[in-house]
């Protein structure tokens, strides 16, 4: 399985991660990769990035060597904001691309499925968001998998099927069997899926193989993944709203001689 875009990884902005914008670009071009989403975690997380440095993303390259920069966010579904999202609408629309997903301390810890997937399902139907992160992870958000996968189809909202939540030192490592019956469930409805890294370091852009392997399993081909490159990725985001931010920022090369390798070596 060759897969050319990764729409799922963060930066220092995140708090809990640990590379720039600068050097997930360079590792995504050592690795041939042709697109990344930076998307760091919304506000109300602890570290989550404040509004303005979403606000603000437009001075980041749109073309970093030679690969597409997307300026997204990975948001929190909320309780207790007019559009259920701890981003406003007004900000949103100004990313390249939109992923919100269920997170600790960010007031669904109780389990409580009804909720949650009302919670999702108003998320969902937001015609701002592209993408819900880990929507597999079960153990911790249990949600009623077939009404979300029928909302994500009707809405045209990508479901990901998440690489680290299957490293045995993921803190969703409890949901691997929810994460691989939900993707069963995706792929049965016709849903779009996409296989994100959730890179928190810059040499984990890329990392698919064990959601590669998952999805290959479950008879999930390459050709059914919308991160298989990055037209797929560009011609699905166009498709379904103007991205008014989309060549802000221009295109730029980084002097030569400051690549870091995939390996790890300079
Ligand atoms: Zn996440
Ligand atoms: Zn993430």
């Known amino acids: 399985m060759r897969l050319l875009a990764d729409l799922h990884t ?8 640990y590379s720039t914008v600068t050097e997930l670009a360079w590792a995504a071009a050592d690795k ?27 001075v980041v390259p749109s ?6 920069i997307l300026k997204g966010c990975e948001a929190n579904v909320q309780a207790d904001t007019d559009n259920g999202i701890d981003l406003a609408d007004e900000l949103l629309e100004l990313l390249d691309f939109v992923a919100v997903g269920f ?16 919670a999702l399902l108003r998320v969902i139907e937001n015609p701002l968001v592209d993408q819900i992160t880990h929507p597999g992870n079960g153990h911790d958000f249990p949600i009623d998998v077939d009404a979300v996968v029928a909302a994500a189809v009707r809405n045209r909202v990508i479901l990901e099927l998440n690489n680290h939540s299957f490293e045995p030192s993921s803190s969703r490592a409890l949901s691997n069997d929810f994460e691989r019956g939900f993707a069963a ?3 049965d409805a016709g849903a779009l899926i996409a296989i994100g890294s959730d890179a928190h370091y810059a040499l984990h852009v890329g990392r698919f193989d064990m959601a590669a392997a998952v999805a290959a399993e479950l ?3 390459e050709d059914r993944l919308l991160n298989r490159d990055a037209n797929s990725v560009l011609d ?25 390798n995939a390996e790890g070596g300079a």
């Open 185 to 187: 469930a995706a792929r």
């Open 63 to 68: 073309v970093l060597n030679g690969v597409r």
């Open 236 to 260: 699905f985001l166009l498709s379904k709203r103007e991205r008014p931010r989309l060549d802000v920022g221009g295109v730029w090369t980084w002097p030569t001689g400051r690549s870091v």
């Open 103 to 118: 997170h600790p301390l960010t007031g669904f810890d109780d389990r409580d499925s009804a909720r949650n997937t009302e």
């Open 219 to 221: 008879g999930i081909a």
């Open 10 to 17: 963060h930066t220092v902005a995140s708090g809990h991660a």
């Open 32 to 58: 041939g990769l042709e697109l990344i989403a930076v998307t760091d975690h919304g506000p109300t997380v602890p570290q989550g990035a404040h509004p303005w440095h979403f606000w603000n993303f437009k």
